[in-house]
């Protein structure tokens, strides 16, 4: 009986060690398809009864050749930050089906470009602007084998702004803030946000500068700081934020990165170190600064600038504790050496 029991418990054993090496039938590993597009996103112009046309690019960086359809979204602005949110279009928007493609699926072999051409023919109706998705999926081929089949989908994107030029277009932007993240600093990076409103009825790219001056005349600028320098837009009724940083200076705060990824602390956000250049003492910054914001835009005649000033302070308060506790160290060995010095010439004239 006891050798019975031993033979099952034995062949129990063997069985649940081959069940580790056996692969679930329910599950399907399979790697995501590897694709680049550009570019990222363009801006057409084009009378309506014309007809106008892009080149898209699409890389497979992958090791096989993967399928692609193509298929034409909408999108609109998601938030401040100049992301997009892409849509399905209205059953009603007859402004996708002025869209053609020179192909409308292909094979991405392995490491090749290829080249899309879309070609948007406007009706004579068209108006103002319209604002297209393109989105590349890759066509994945998966026979389920279980009720615990994973399908992923990525696709990417390449977002296509198109501007019917017509009379009743009324390009407008608004300066809604200009505003820094702080007031008070002890050490660089200073950074500036830019709140733009479009008030017009048609998407707007605004550019221009930030000056950094020590006086609020500006007799002198110590930097200059582009902002939106990839020409981002800000679409009808919408605000966008456009950052700006002020660098320049000794020490600055950067970013920690190990193998050139930004670390992040538990809450999510970079971990920030001090950076020592001693090349760069000479920018070492205390005191009140001044900022002058100077941002333009294209009303269709000419450009249109609008100016805002801000002021903030950067006060390097531990190094100054730093320097006065290391010159009271000093100034108290000097006034002891001294006292020493004294006391002993009064003894030695003393004795004379």
Same mark, same amino acid.
């Given at each position: 009986?006891?050798?019975?029991?031993?033979?099952?418990?034995?062949? &129990?054993?063997? *069985?649940?060690? %081959? /069940?580790?090496?056996?692969? $679930?039938?329910?599950? +399907? !590993?399979?790697?995501?398809? =590897?694709?680049?597009?550009?570019?990222?996103?363009?801006?057409?112009?084009?009378?309506?009864?014309?007809?106008?046309?892009?080149?898209?690019?699409?890389?497979?960086?992958?090791?096989?050749?993967?399928?692609?359809?193509?298929?034409?979204?909408?999108?609109?602005?998601?938030?401040?930050?100049?992301?997009?949110?892409?849509?399905?279009?209205?059953?009603?928007?007859?402004?996708?089906?002025?869209?053609?493609?020179?192909?409308?699926?292909?094979?991405?072999?392995?490491?090749?470009?290829?080249?899309?051409?879309?070609?948007?023919?406007?009706?004579?109706?068209?108006?103002?602007?319209?604002?297209?998705?393109?989105?590349?999926?890759?066509?994945?081929?998966?026979?389920?084998?279980?009720?615990?089949?994973?399908?992923?989908?990525?696709?990417?994107?390449? &977002?296509?702004? *198109?501007?019917? %030029? /017509?009379?009743?277009?009324? $390009?407008?932007?608004? +300066? !809604?803030?200009?505003?820094? =993240?702080?007031?008070?600093?002890?050490?660089?990076?200073?950074?500036?946000?830019?709140?733009?409103?479009?008030?017009?009825?048609?998407?707007?790219?605004?550019?221009?500068?930030?000056?950094?001056?020590?006086?609020?005349?500006?007799?002198?600028?110590?930097?200059?700081?582009?902002?939106?320098?990839?020409?981002?837009?800000?679409?009808?009724?919408?605000?966008?934020?456009?950052?700006?940083?002020?660098?320049?200076?000794?020490?600055?705060?950067?970013?920690?990165?190990?193998?050139?990824?930004?670390?992040?602390?538990?809450?999510?956000?970079?971990?920030?170190?001090?950076?020592?250049?001693?090349?760069?003492?000479?920018?070492?910054?205390?005191?009140?600064?001044?900022?002058?914001?100077?941002?333009?835009?294209?009303?269709?005649?000419?450009?249109?600038?609008?100016?805002?000033?801000?002021?903030?302070?950067?006060?390097?308060?531990?190094?100054?504790?730093?320097?006065?506790?290391?010159?009271?160290?000093?100034?108290?060995?000097?006034?002891?050496?001294?006292?020493?010095?004294?006391?002993?010439?009064?003894?030695?004239?003393?004795?004379?």
């Amino acid at each position: 009986m006891q050798k019975s029991l031993k033979a099952s418990l034995f062949l &129990l054993f063997i *069985l649940a060690g %081959l /069940t580790l090496f056996v692969k $679930p039938s329910g599950v +399907l !590993a399979a790697a995501a398809p =590897d694709i680049t597009t550009s570019p990222v996103s363009i801006t057409l112009n084009a009378k309506p009864g014309t007809t106008t046309s892009t080149q898209l690019t699409v890389r497979n960086n992958g090791v096989l050749p993967v399928d692609m359809d193509i298929q034409v979204d909408t999108f609109k602005a998601n938030g401040t930050t100049g992301q997009a949110q892409i849509q399905t279009p209205q059953p009603n928007d007859q402004s996708i089906n002025w869209v053609h493609f020179s192909q409308n699926s292909f094979t991405a072999q392995p490491n090749t470009w290829t080249y899309v051409q879309m070609t948007i023919s406007l009706p004579k109706s068209a108006s103002l602007g319209y604002y297209y998705a393109v989105l590349f999926k890759p066509v994945v081929a998966v026979t389920p084998t279980g009720v615990n089949t994973n399908v992923i989908h990525g696709y990417n994107a390449v &977002l296509v702004l *198109l501007n019917a %030029l /017509t009379a009743n277009e009324h $390009p407008q932007l608004q +300066l !809604a803030s200009f505003s820094s =993240d702080k007031k008070f600093y002890e050490y660089l990076p200073v950074t500036f946000s830019v709140n733009i409103h479009n008030n017009g009825n048609i998407y707007l790219p605004p550019s221009g500068d930030i000056y950094i001056s020590r006086t609020s005349s500006f007799a002198n600028t110590i930097d200059t700081i582009h902002i939106n320098p990839a020409i981002g837009n800000v679409l009808p009724g919408t605000n966008r934020i456009f950052t700006a940083k002020w660098a320049d200076g000794f020490p600055v705060f950067e970013y920690k990165e190990l193998d050139g990824q930004v670390i992040n602390n538990k809450q999510g956000k970079p971990v920030e170190q001090l950076k020592w250049n001693f090349s760069q003492i000479h920018k070492l910054r205390f005191g009140e600064y001044y900022a002058r914001l100077v941002m333009v835009y294209n009303n269709g005649v000419q450009d249109v600038p609008t100016t805002s000033v801000l002021s903030f302070w950067v006060v390097p308060w531990k190094m100054i504790l730093i320097m006065i506790f290391v010159l009271a160290f000093i100034g108290v060995g000097l006034w002891a050496t001294i006292r020493t010095i004294v006391r002993r010439t009064k003894r030695l004239i003393r004795k004379k």
